[in-house]
């Protein structure tokens, strides 16, 4: 990505979630996906090497708006202001299961999903809804009765 993108998706972490961290990586798009690179992938000699992918991936562009993967909700949530919901235990289990979740209000935005003191994605608060965008391969099918306790 060059600096102007870059600078667009920072912009756009700042406006979503009210701070953007430092993020000292080097970036790469392909199409809408967004993914960060430790700044030493500049020093190898990758000509033949067989890349299948690179970087982790940090977020999908939609429609003018960023949708962090979890990955990047555990970069960007400590330092968000806005836009973060912190899950009571019942609703981050149902969360985990991959349950929508009702919720007041109205507004239509992304939040970073957050329960005691981490993070684990990002969901669309719309209508008085909030959806998992956990992907399917993603989700816990069954707590086991010790650890849906311990929530």
């Not at 806005?82 to 235990?89: E, F, G, H, I, P």
């Not at 209000?105 to 329960?115: D, L, M, S």
Request: one cysteine or more; a positive charge.
């Amino acid at each position: 990505m060059n600096s102007k993108e870059i600078k667009h998706v920072r912009s756009l972490i700042k406006k979503q979630f009210g701070a953007c961290p430092e993020l000292d990586y080097n970036w790469l798009k392909t199409s809408e996906r967004v993914f960060i690179l430790n700044r030493e992938i500049e020093q190898l000699d990758t000509r033949r090497m067989r890349i299948n992918s690179q970087g982790l991936y940090f977020g999908r562009l939609t429609h003018g708006e960023l949708k962090l993967s979890i990955e990047g909700s555990q970069l960007v949530g400590p330092v968000a202001t806005k836009n973060v919901l912190d899950l009571s235990d019942e609703q981050f289990e149902h969360w985990l299961r991959g349950l929508d979740l009702e919720l007041l209000g109205e507004e239509n935005r992304f939040v970073i999903i957050k329960h005691n003191d981490d993070f684990f994605g990002c969901g669309r608060q719309i209508k008085g809804k909030l959806l998992n965008l956990v992907p399917k391969e993603r989700r816990i099918k069954v707590l086991s009765p010790r650890h849906s306790n311990s929530l």
